[in-house]
């Protein structure tokens, strides 16, 4: 299984971006999809995740401002951010947690990073 983000990009302060996510692979179900980040020199933080019964937890310092979505029929997930910070400027990840179709459960398989860059 692999996963494959699309989206990042250099916007001004207050502007919007969606990031997108999709799994690949012999996937049976997904329980978990999410988004984190890494700022320079600093560890992975968690941004937002979303289970596969609706259930989102988000940072609180992007509460009110992303939104976290999955297409099942698809297997991707997207980050929905609006009035970006600058101190939003990260590389971001997504993340899954997979049941293969031979039963096997796979957790926190990374995509590769994707930068945003916000500017004042």
């Known amino acids: 299984v692999q996963l494959q983000a699309y989206g990042g990009g250099s916007v001004q302060a207050g502007e919007s971006l969606r990031l997108s996510c999709t799994a690949s692979g012999y996937i049976f179900r997904i329980p978990t999809m999410g988004w984190y980040r890494r700022f320079p020199g600093k560890e992975r933080e968690l941004v937002a995740t979303l289970g596969d019964d609706g259930s989102a937890n988000y940072q609180d310092s992007v509460k009110g401002r992303f939104t976290i979505s999955r297409d099942s029929a698809k297997n991707t997930v997207y980050l929905q951010m609006n009035a970006l910070k600058p101190e939003d400027t990260a590389v971001y990840y997504c993340?899954?947690?997979?049941?293969?179709?031979?039963?096997?459960?796979?957790?926190?398989?990374w995509g590769q990073g994707t930068l945003v860059t916000v500017s004042s």
């Open positions: 993340s899954a947690d997979f049941t293969t179709i031979s039963g096997e459960y796979i957790s926190h398989v």
